[in-house]
């Protein structure tokens, strides 16, 4: 089964450090997608990529391609950024479902003033 | 882009009782997803809403337990019938704007507990 891993599953920084979260999958993706998810439970996307580097605000993902891995970071973090991060991929073959997409589990992310 | 508002935001439900989650969009859209996400899991698709027809949906879901409907191309429902504690979830709509390889959009999510 091919799938989505994300680490590290929690994560608790000081208000100012660099945070990087990382995502692996297990084979050829079409897209990549970074989400958040605040504590009520609604969803906003924050990028879609298939290659490169994209960058908004404080927030910066990238992806390789040949190595399966996408990182998403943000810099100088801010108690407002505490929310739960997730790396979803559309695979290269048309599995994952109607939606095509295949979900990590998130990472529970928590910055302190 | 697209805005989705999804409501309930959160209820309380007795056992054995039906919710149903409503999903609306500001514009049309061509693909519409109902997600089910338990208490420390990733999402889950529960189905595709199609227009006009009945849903189609992944395994593990069926019709009886999980009715949709979508009468026009903004705007859906999802049931969750005869509900039990294991049924204590997040519910997320989506949606595509032209096709599953489009930017996907998320609602604010409803979080479900059933006692």
């Known amino acids: 089964k091919n799938e989505v891993e994300q680490s590290p599953q929690n994560l608790t920084a000081q208000e100012g450090e660099f945070i990087t979260i990382n995502c692996s999958y297990s084979?050829?993706?079409?897209?990549l997608h970074w989400l958040q998810q605040h504590p009520g439970g609604g969803i906003v996307s924050l990028f879609m990529?298939?290659?490169g580097k994209k960058k908004h605000g404080r927030l910066i993902a990238t992806i390789n391609i040949q190595e399966k891995h996408s990182s998403l970071h943000i810099t100088a973090s801010h108690p407002r950024d505490s929310a739960v991060y997730i790396c979803?991929?559309?695979?290269?073959?048309?599995?994952?479902?109607?939606?095509?997409?295949?979900f990590g589990k998130g990472t529970h992310l928590i910055i302190q003033p | 882009s697209a805005v989705i508002s999804q409501k309930p935001s959160r209820d309380i439900c007795q056992r054995g009782t039906s919710l149903t989650i409503q999903c609306q969009v500001d514009?049309?859209?061509?693909?519409m997803f109902w997600y089910r996400q338990q208490p420390g899991q990733s999402l889950t698709l529960i189905a595709t809403?199609?227009?006009?027809?009945?849903?189609?949906?992944e395994s593990g879901f069926v019709i009886d337990k999980f009715p949709i409907s979508r009468p026009n191309l903004t705007f859906s429902t999802l049931t969750v019938s005869n509900m039990s504690p294991e049924d204590s979830s997040i519910y997320l709509c989506?949606?595509?704007?032209?096709?599953?390889?489009?930017?996907?959009?998320f609602g604010q999510g409803t979080r479900l507990t059933v006692v």
């Open positions: 989506s949606v595509a704007l032209r096709n599953r390889n489009t930017e996907a959009f």
């Open positions: 084979v050829g993706i079409s897209a």
């Open positions: 990529l298939s290659s």
């Open positions: 979803a991929v559309r695979w290269s073959y048309s599995g994952g479902g109607a939606d095509g997409l295949t």
């Open positions: 514009s049309q859209v061509t693909m």
């Open positions: 809403a199609n227009q006009g027809s009945e849903a189609t949906y």
